[in-house]
Each structure stands twice: as structure tokens, then as C-alpha cells.
């Protein structure tokens, strides 16, 4: 049977007849917003049996169906008790595709994408000018907003990455936060990345003057240094390898002796869906390549092969085993 064309009942009577299928229901939902560790659990239990595989290719797949669709719309709509009633018992499947097809973000995610003026999804890049302008270059999954103006040139990455372009100026300035730091630039080209909670700043030319934004601590980045900012304050300055850690924003991809397990990470934030490797011993491998960054997938596909790894695929969702 087509999981595409499973009708509504016919999904909630699967859920209720087969325990794999309502454990993927959950993994479904609780993937939109996964705790600390959560993501390794998940593996753990797709390599735990091969059921929980097709189960979950399967569940995944069910959720592009129009049919799908058209129940969490109606679930989202007034209804009075009696339809509540009549609903109750197959009320996982449909809650279940009102979070994913309703809900674009997770709600964690929802205060930060209404505060954004600029957005893009899994895979995309935008480019951006500002009033002054400066040119900006969102990455995958960013969230971005600025207000340029005689007195204040503010920009604000709420999460994601960026690569700024800065002209410029006499006057102000251009102030850019990313959670726990603030970069004050001038005629500057650098990026900045705010992942987890951890920015990173990245300087290709020019200088960057840095603050955290819950003490006085300060640092000075030139052109071919980098750094990290999390929680405690600010890491070691460490050296830039613009031509490998900028190759983003030429579209690439580009890795040196980095485990495989890094790389993935890295894919993940590419891929519109689920890139899991159920295999302890591909962690380690050490990967070189050179890759576009608008083909995860092949990406993936090509690592498998390299590796001899088995790779299994499934509507947004890829296994490396």
C-alpha cells in the first residue's frame, strides 16, 4: 500500500495494530524540537530492528499525502464535542500531521521566525542589501533582521549564519548581535554563526571588535582569525582557512581529515529531513572531499559508496549502516 495514499482512518488503524508505527508517530513529533541526546536515542532505535526502519520511511512518507493534509487542516479547525468524540481514536495520526504540516517551525523556533525580517529554509541561501549598503548572505536555516539608521545601525542574527560585506562609513558603526556576542564593524568582510546556543566569527578582511552581551569582556579579530563564544565567554582566537571554512558562501562544502561523524552533522543542516547513521565504526572515518552544498543528498550517496557503508533512503530520510 501507498503510504501516500493512506487514507486517515486507514493510517490510525495501522498506528493501532502495529507498535512500530505508533513509536515513529512519536520519534515524528518529538524530532521537531529534539532534547540534548535525544537525536542518538533516535538511532539507537532505528538500528534496534529493521521494522522500526520501514516504519519510519513509512510514517515520513504518510505525511506528504494530500489526504493527510486536508485531516490536521480540519483537526485545526472549531469543532463542536460530538466531533470531538467521534475523532478521539485516531487522534495521534491527525495531531500528529497538524505539528508537521501546520506547524512550518517547531514553537521553540516560532518567537524567533516572527521576529525575523529575513528567513530561509533547510537548503536555501538568500542575499540580502541593507540601507547602507552592505550586502548580506543568509546560509541554510537562518533568521536575520537590521534597521539602518542616522542614529543606530543594528543588525541581529537570530540563528543560522551569515556573511556580511560591510561598506564603509564615517558614521555609526554597523552592530550585529548573535546571541552571546556583538561584533561593531567597519569596511569589513567577515561571517558569523549561531548554532546551539555557540557563535562563531569568521574575519576574511578588515577588523572586528567583539563584546559579550552579559560582561565587559572584549576582542579585537583581524583579517585571517577566527573565534568561538558560547555560554562562559570567548574560546582561543584560532587561524582562519578562508578558502575551507568560507567555501559556503561559493556554494561549496569542503572538508580536510574531518570525521565522518562531523560531516553528517554538517549535512544535516542542508538536508530538508533525516541523515542517520546507524553505524559506530563510520563515525571515525576521516573524510577530504570538495562538495556543492545544494546536493546533500549526493553528498551522503557519495560517502556511502567511498566507505562501503549500506545506504538506505526513504522520503526524507537517509540511513548509513
Not at 564593524?185 to 558569523?192: K, P, W
Amino acid at each position: 500500500m501507498d503510504p501516500n495514499n493512506l487514507r486517515p482512518h486507514e493510517l490510525a488503524d495501522e498506528v493501532l495494530q502495529d507498535p512500530a508505527m505508533d513509536q515513529a508517530l512519536d520519534w515524528l513529533i518529538a524530532l521537531q524540537c529534539p532534547r540534548a541526546g535525544q537525536q542518538a536515542e533516535f538511532e539507537a532505535w532505528l538500528a534496534r530492528d529493521p521494522a522500526h526502519v520501514h516504519a519510519f520511511g513509512k510514517a515520513q512518507a504518510a505525511w506528504g499525502g494530500a489526504p493527510v493534509h486536508s485531516a490536521a487542516v480540519a483537526l485545526a479547525a472549531p469543532r463542536k464535542p460530538s466531533a470531538w468524540r467521534r475523532l478521539q481514536p485516531h487522534w495521534k495520526p491527525l495531531a500528529t500531521a497538524a505539528v508537521l504540516l501546520l506547524g512550518l517551525f517547531s514553537f521553540s523556533n516560532l518567537p524567533v521566525r516572527l521576529q525575523a525580517d529575513h528567513l530561509t529554509v533547510v537548503g536555501e541561501r538568500q542575499r540580502l542589501q541593507l540601507d547602507d549598503g552592505s550586502k548580506v548572505l543568509l546560509n541554510t536555516n537562518s533568521a536575520f533582521s537590521s534597521r539602518i539608521e542616522d542614529h543606530q545601525r543594528i543588525a541581529r542574527l537570530y540563528q543560522g549564519e551569515a556573511f556580511f560585506e560591510v561598506v564603509p562609513s564615517r558614521g555609526l558603526p554597523l552592530e550585529i548581535d548573535a546571541g552571546p556576542v556583538r561584533a561593531s564593524v567597519r569596511d569589513t568582510a567577515f561571517a558569523v554563526r549561531y548554532l546551539n546556543g555557540e557563535a562563531q566569527v569568521q574575519v576574511q578582511r578588515g577588523d572586528v571588535d567583539l563584546s559579550t552581551t552579559f560582561d565587559d569582556a572584549r576582542v579585537r579579530l583581524s583579517a585571517g582569525e577566527s573565534i568561538r563564544i558560547g555560554p562562559k565567554g570567548f574560546g582561543p582566537p584560532a587561524k582562519l582557512d578562508a578558502n575551507k571554512d568560507l567555501a559556503w558562501v561559493q556554494g561549496r562544502l569542503i572538508f580536510e581529515n574531518c570525521p565522518m561523524s562531523e560531516v553528517l552533522a554538517e549535512l544535516r543542516r542542508y538536508y530538508p529531513g533525516w541523515i542517520v547513521n546507524t553505524n559506530d565504526k563510520l563515525a571515525s572515518i576521516a573524510v577530504t572531499g570538495n562538495y556543492r552544498l545544494d546536493q546533500p543528498l549526493d553528498v551522503v550517496r557519495s560517502l556511502a559508496h567511498i566507505t562501503s557503508a549500506k545506504l538506505s533512503e526513504y522520503p526524507a530520510l537517509v540511513i548509513l549502516n
